[in-house]
């Protein structure tokens, strides 16, 4: 029988109809997640990037780096980031996120969320060039965040919310894109720092 205080070793489906989307509340990066976490914060070169919506300029609410195989760049909200190339520590976790899914990714975005007022808004990482069903591996590290999935067809489906913790591992694949959103809102009580790595493959 399953205990039901034990947390789950391996990734769970997550019940999201039209989606598939699997979540590993304690998944074993090599390293401590807190560790990392600082690792990454002092180490990687963040930008703060302006970005076009609804055709006005703003600077994200939060800090981003991208990196990844030499020649894959990525755009999106009118902005284009050419990759940094990997370092140990990226290569490192990727190993272990491909070993756990079973696939392979040739970049990472990482989300720098400097406290509670960082976010980012709904939305679907739909972007042609990660191909029609985009498989995307998120890492969390730091301060837990709820990330809240937002149905496309039925727009009187409540929200879902999924609380990312630190050292934890989410899987979106096959129509989760095409039928939802998804975004980290700003949160009232003050918290930590988090920093997400979302990795992608990038066809082009
Ligand atoms: O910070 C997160 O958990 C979400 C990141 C995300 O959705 C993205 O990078 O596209
Ligand atoms: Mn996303």
Known sequence: MR???????????????????????DFDLG???DLLLRRLIDETPWRQENINVWGRTHQQPRLVAWYGDAGKSYSYSGIKLDPLPWTEILLNIRDKIERATDLNFNSVLLNFYR?????????????????????????????????????KIDFRKKPVKII?????????????????????????????????????????
């Open 164 to 204: 990312l913790r630190s050292g934890s591992l989410l899987l979106m694949k096959g129509d989760t894109q095409h039928n939802y959103k998804h975004g980290i809102a700003k949160e009232r009580q003050a918290l930590g720092p988090r920093v997400n790595l979302t990795f992608r493959t990038i066809f082009s």
């Open 115 to 151: 406290d509670n007022n960082d976010s980012m808004g709904l939305h679907s990482d739909d972007e042609k060039e990660l191909g029609s069903k985009p498989s995307i591996a998120s890492v969390s590290l730091g301060a837990s965040r709820p990330l809240t999935f937002k149905s």
């Open 31 to 33: 390293f401590p997640p």
């Open 3 to 25: 205990d039901l205080f034990s947390i789950p070793k391996k990734l769970e489906r997550i019940p999201l109809q039209n989606a598939e989307v699997y979540y590993q509340p």
